[in-house]
């Protein structure tokens, strides 16, 4: 498996308060990006980052935000979580320039309960 | 928008049984990959299809891509108990720069 660590593994927080996932990488890969998981909707694209400080949204970014000030770290913040943010998260990474074509390697994930 | 419809959602064999699950797409695709997520796991890279018409082969899993680029499916020949888990397509977007996944076949088999 590549070297990807997500953390928290798991975390139960209340509806309102705010929310980061960290997901690190030893790759050195360019591309990362979050999905969340849930029950009849695969994975869905939340925010990705071709490069330090360079991101953009993908196919489900309301309420969310995202940050990479290092090759190496990308966070997914949840400014005020809600319940249906309740899912699992995971962190992906791909190699080169060719972005999406390129195999995409996944974290561990995270699983997120906002009660 | 562009989609990628992924069926069927749920398939339950006997051990032993023959399983595919095919992925269609509204676009024509560049290329196509598909992941394996066991229960409990995380997506896990299976391979890449690039080319029209092309077949490649990993042990009892055979992936097939169409003649038009448009749809593709995976074959699984004699399941068994470590076949469980869900099967993703994935197609890039048409800005290229992400992937969009289908909502995956789940198999699940019985010995």
């Known amino acids: 498996d590549a070297g990807i660590t997500q953390s928290p593994r798991h975390k139960v927080t209340e509806t309102g308060t705010p929310v980061t996932l960290r997901c690190h990488q030893t790759?050195?890969?360019?591309?990362m990006y979050w999905y969340r998981q849930d029950p009849g909707h695969g994975l869905r694209l939340i925010h990705y980052?071709?490069?330090?400080?360079?991101?953009d949204k993908g196919e489900v970014s309301d309420g969310y935000s995202v940050s990479r000030s290092k090759t190496e770290d990308f966070l997914l913040t949840l400014e005020s979580a809600t319940s249906s943010q309740t899912s699992v998260y995971f962190c992906?990474?791909?190699?080169?320039?060719?972005?999406?074509?390129?195999?995409?390697?996944f974290g561990p994930g995270t699983r997120l309960t906002v009660l | 928008g562009q989609q990628v419809m992924q069926i069927p959602q749920y398939q339950h064999v006997q051990e032993g049984e023959d399983f595919t699950t095919y992925c269609n797409s509204s676009?024509?695709?560049?290329?196509i990959q598909w992941y394996k997520q066991r229960p409990g796991g995380h997506p896990v890279f299976l391979i890449q299809?690039?080319?029209?018409?092309e077949v490649k082969k990993q042990k009892r899993l055979t992936f097939q891509f169409g003649e038009a680029k448009k749809n593709s499916s995976l074959h699984i020949t004699a399941t068994q108990t470590t076949d469980v888990g869900t099967y993703f397509c994935?197609?890039?977007?048409?800005?290229?720069?992400?992937?969009?996944f289908g909502k995956g076949t789940t198999l699940s088999v019985s010995s």
């Open positions: 992906a990474i791909s190699e080169s320039l060719a972005g999406s074509t390129d195999t995409q390697y």
């Open positions: 790759e050195n890969h360019r591309y």
């Open positions: 980052s071709y490069g330090v400080k360079d991101t």
């Open positions: 676009t024509t695709l560049s290329n």
């Open positions: 299809l690039v080319k029209s018409g």
């Open positions: 994935a197609v890039p977007n048409q800005a290229g720069t992400a992937l969009i």
